[in-house]
């Protein structure tokens, strides 16, 4: 999806629960995926076949710096629960988005990561070993806004492009040719040369282009390829640019199996529908309603109602369904607003029902995003953590179009077991169920009467929770069940595993292995792999009690554990402190040494650090490891001892010995062992990796449990007029933004301005930012138009301003911004509002601030950049442009340019290059210029921006701009990477 798809982590202080993953012998497969047999369905029947499908996005997509990481986005990995949890609530098909960035290895005949491609590989067993359809792809690797994007169909390097891309399918198609008809690989996503707009004919024949090698390659590679149904995307996936007239073409299938009837196709088209956008994707609490279900017409969207959208998936019917082509809407979705509008959750299942009804209608298979985040601008629908549906009423509305007619037949059932014991952390016990008669296909629901004891999946699998007992269920649809008593005894035994809380994303990383310790206690060893990035944000680092929930006693009384050692890849660290006390009679202790649960941070930023040749950044929220000799995974390991054991429990004849696969329901919150007493009072300042551009909303935020804001202590309101600024022709901003946040919701905010520019037409755009917890947030645009003396007034209550930059009221801003483009100018920026002084802010202790990660978005929008006007002005220049020609002048045209940086915090950098056109030539429908700047630019919004590859970039006017007039500077807005000093611009060409 689109830069705006919101990526956002689970909350920490959500019970996260730790997944025992090991990559299986990928030589060794299950008769469905060793393809005994393959079935080939036609198009009607695969349509039928893969129903309602599920998206398993920010996962095996996410990137970090270029390289991917399953959990770089905030996600757990993903597990086979989670698919059985989707199949479950009826889905029938899962997309899986798959990056391969850094795991291409260019110099060695670009072979892609034999460990990437298993585990890419257990995720797709994970669906067809459970008869669901699997589409995988190559996701992140074409969008020109990620580090390491490579298939870019707007490079002039377009031989070594193909070649390329053509080695990673070819490896892609053998590792796979055995499957049967459940799987099916889609080409790429979301595919164009990052400019919007009406396509560009060279770069949309690169694409086409692309996929003639994929079906070629695939088809060539043997085993099942031959027939396998194969999916492609047209321009960026959009409906209009793939149906109409801008330049697709069908790859022709030239080694398709005989096999297949004659006139029958075997590829599918792959298209996006997020239409109306403002509903769908746009942050804010404007437009929350669509549809029959709208109870307020001012929050409803302007197009893209329920007839456009059957209009547009018509489109596909006629160019592509009718003639043997199926259509696979491969994402739909609408974020959650409901913070703003209770109605919106109405709205969305209405919207999410007439998507499956007129897909249906059309013949077409839509498949709903789910990125993982269950929160405000989520798409989530069943949680990663849990695997449990979030939003029923979504999975209802699909159910009303997709939910199956088969006619029951069992009139019995029973189960293989009438009682079961099972312990915390031991493996799932399968319960089976035998119908009568013994040939009937009815679908067994499984439930548990009480998941605070036991869970038990789609297969009958059963997991302890807690101790305690319930019943497990299994019934049919004709109301026949058959129930099974579980019993979780309360443990004698203290099952520990370690954690490392990670502060650059806000994830815990938890060691498979665990260890059970008696009342004999002994000596112990336990270990994690992290990777670099997780080694250098420590937020803490300690060992805990998995048989009892969060702050809960285990079954000791007391017990002395006392560290040996600490290991980071064999490198051992020495303790400051090295022995730490549980004892259920006493309180937690400052220092963190004793503590009423067995829970024990052996570093933590927030309290005590007591692990030698560590350095705490308190302000920044992390500690880290000195002297690491850093691996691609590093190993931490522990090695402690656990004496003086004071309970009533005997020691078992024999120690469990049978390592857990699945996840303990009950895991910890990631909190230090002792708390601080209050929140520090200053905040992060820390600046985000990705510099204001559309709204990075594929890149997570995760709230901390433990972290600092500022709140008052009441609503303050400001009295009479309070000027901000006046008079100002460039960008308004600061690093103070108390004047926003102090002011009550109904103070109001006044922006005059205007555009002086006849260059530009005397139209101008200014445009609200914000630095908002960290994570970059745009808020709305303007654009003036009329003569040079013409004001144009815009009007906010302070509430609305704030909704529009996604500011809460314990939000820490620490950038705001009023930006101008395109000669606009500020008159006056001014707040207004009646009531007392304002209060001095006090602590809050309960709220919490979000950390961005500084990871890069790994996709582009699919909609115009949010900085653009929402309509192209409408009033042309009072004055003809005094030069006729409009197109690229001659070699001899020559730009000058200068960079400065208007805020640099290391690591990246907000900078302004301004370009002089001394070409003698006026532009006024367009202008190209090429130039290398010696720092990667890493974002830019004053035009579409384009890497070569090298340091060199391709910029083209903005949608809204195409005026360049001789002798005339523009200024590009960008953000770039990290470096020392003003990037330096060279060889510049307009094009």
């Known amino acids: 999806m689109a830069l705006r798809k919101k990526a956002m982590a689970i909350v920490l202080s959500m019970a996260m629960v730790a997944t025992s993953l090991s990559l299986p012998n990928m030589t060794a497969k299950t008769a469905k995926a060793a393809g005994s047999s393959f ?96 589409i995988v792809n190559m996701h992140g690797d074409g969008y020109t806004t990620v580090n390491g994007g490579w298939l870019l169909c707007g490079s002039g390097d377009q031989t070594k492009i193909k070649a390329k891309y053509k080695a990673c399918w070819e490896q892609i198609a053998d590792r796979f040719k055995g499957y049967d008809e459940h799987l099916i690989f889609e080409s790429m996503n979301e595919e164009f040369d990052g400019t919007y707009g009406t396509p560009g004919r060279s770069a949309y024949a690169n694409i086409n282009a692309y996929n003639q090698i994929f079906v070629d390659t695939v088809r060539r590679s043997g085993g099942n390829n031959d027939q396998r149904w194969l999916l492609i995307p047209g321009w960026n996936t959009n409906i209009d640019y793939t149906a109409g007239d801008y330049g697709f073409e069908m790859p022709t299938d030239n080694y398709l199996s005989s096999n297949i009837a004659s006139g029958q196709k075997r590829i599918m088209i792959s298209v996006h529908y997020y239409d109306p956008w403002d509903f769908c994707g746009t942050e804010s609490g404007a437009v929350t309603q669509w549809g029959d279900s709208v109870t307020d017409a001012s929050k409803k969207p302007g197009w893209g ?8 998936f018509k489109k596909m019917y006629t160019k592509f369904v009718s003639k043997g082509y199926p259509v696979v809407i491969g994402e739909f979705g609408a974020i959650n607003k409901e913070n703003y509008d209770s109605q919106n959750k109405i709205c969305r299942a209405e919207y999410y029902q007439k998507v499956c009804y007129y897909a249906k209608q059309y013949g077409m298979i839509p498949v709903a995003w789910d990125n993982g985040y269950n929160g405000e601008y989520g798409f989530a629908i069943i949680d990663r953590y849990s695997n449990k549906v979030v939003h029923q009423e979504l999975m209802d509305a699909m159910m009303e179009i997709y939910g199956g007619d088969q006619s029951a037949t069992a009139t019995g059932i029973t189960l293989n077991k009438s009682s079961l014991t099972v312990h915390i952390g031991d ?111 420590i937020g803490s680092l300690y060992i805990k009690d998995i048989n009892v929930a969060d702050d809960e006693a285990s079954v000791f009384n007391k017990a002395t554990v006392k560290v040996k050692s600490f290991e980071i890849n064999g490198q051992k ?11 259920v009679s006493q309180k937690a202790s400052d220092d963190g040494l004793i503590c009423p649960i067995f829970n024990f941070s052996f570093i933590n930023v927030w309290a005590n650090t007591h692990i030698n040749n560590v350095t705490v950044e308190n302000s920044n929220y992390k500690a880290y490891f000195n002297n690491v000799n850093y691996k691609t ?20 004849t024999a120690a469990p010995t049978v390592e857990p696969t699945v996840k303990p329901t009950v895991a910890p919150t990631a909190k230090p062992t002792k708390a601080p007493t209050a929140k520090p009072t200053e905040v992060p300042t820390v600046k985000p990796t990705v510099a204001p551009t559309a709204k990075p909303t594929e890149v997570p935020t995760v709230e901390p449990t433990v972290a600092p804001t500022v709140k008052p202590t009441e609503p303050p309101v400001i009295t009479g007029e309070k000027v901000i600024v006046s008079n100002l022709a460039s960008t308004y901003a600061t690093n103070d933004a108390s004047w926003l946040m102090d002011a009550a919701d109904d103070d109001i905010v006044t922006v005059v301005y205007t555009c002086t520019d006849p260059s530009h037409g005397n139209w101008g755009i200014l445009g609200w930012g914000a630095s908002v917890d960290d994570q970059w947030q745009n ?98 220049p009072t004055v003809a442009p005094t030069t006729a020609p409009t197109t690229a002048p001659s070699d001899d045209s020559k730009v000058t340019g200068t960079v400065k940086l208007t805020s640099d915090w290391g690591s990246g950098a907000i900078a302004q290059i301004t370009l002089t056109n001394n070409s003698g030539v006026s532009f006024t429908n367009g202008w190209t210029v090429e130039f290398t700047l010696d720092r990667e630019i890493t974002s830019m919004w004053s035009g579409e921006c384009t890497s070569l590859g090298g340091n060199r970039y391709r910029i083209s006017n903005p949608s809204w701009d195409g005026n360049w007039a001789a002798g005339k500077t523009i200024t590009l807005n960008c953000g770039v990477g990290g470096g020392s000093g003003a990037p330096v611009i060279s060889d510049i060409v307009l094009k």
Not at 75 to 92: H, Q, R, S
Not at 438 to 458: G, I, Q, R, T
Not at 573 to 583: A, E, L, W
Not at 837 to 849: G, L, M
């Open 779 to 876: 808020g709305d645009n303007y654009s003036a138009a009329g003569n040079a003396a013409e004001k144009i007034t815009r009007v906010y209550t302070v509430k609305e301003l704030k909704a529009s930059l996604n500011i809460k009221d314990n939000s820490n801003v620490s950038y705001l911004c009023l930006s101008v483009w395109n000669g606009g100018k500020i008159v006056k920026l001014s707040i207004a509002g009646n009531g007392s002084e304002t209060p001095e802010p006090t602590v809050e202790p309960t709220a919490a601030p979000t950390i961005a990660p500084t990871v890069e978005p790994t996709v582009a929008p699919t909609q115009a950049p949010t900085v653009a006007p929402t309509t192209e002005p409408t009033v042309a």
């Open 39 to 134: 079935q080939n369905l036609n198009q009607s029947q695969i349509t039928e076949a893969m129903g309602v499908g599920y998206n398993l996005g920010n996962s095996l997509e996410a990137a970090s710096a270029g390289t991917p990481n399953e959990t770089a986005y905030g996600n757990p990995k993903l597990t086979e629960d989670l698919v059985l949890a989707a199949k479950d609530a009826g889905f029938k098909s899962i997309r899986i988005p798959v990056s391969y960035l850094s795991m291409i290895d260019d110099n060695n005949g670009y072979k892609i990561d034999s460990t990437w491609l298993d585990r890419v590989q257990q995720v797709v067993d994970y669906c067809v070993d459970n008869d669901m359809y699997a």
């Open 305 to 312: 109602d329920e007839s456009y959208m059957a209009s547009q």
């Open 573 to 583: 660290y020495t303790m400051k402190n090295d022995t730490f006390t549980y004892d």
């Open 633 to 652: 995974m590093n190993t931490v390991k522990i090695n402690f001892e656990v004496s003086g054991i004071d309970g009533n429990v005997t020691e078992p």
């Open 427 to 537: 493996e799932k016990q399968q319960l089976t169920a035998t119908l009568t008669p013994a040939d009937s296909k009815d679908k067994v629901v499984w439930s548990s009467s009480d998941e605070s004891v036991a869970s038990v999946n789609s297969k009958g699998q059963v997991t302890a929770v807690g101790a305690g007992t319930c019943t497990i269920t299994a019934s049919v649809p004709l109301g026949y069940k058959a129930t099974c008593q579980v019993t979780v005894p309360k443990a004698e035994y203290v099952r520990a595993k370690m954690y490392l809380l990670e502060t650059a994303s806000w994830q815990s990383v938890i060691s498979d292995e665990y260890v059970d310790i008696y009342s004999g206690g002994g000596d112990f060893s336990l270990s994690l792999e992290a990777t670099k990035s997780q080694l250098q944000n």
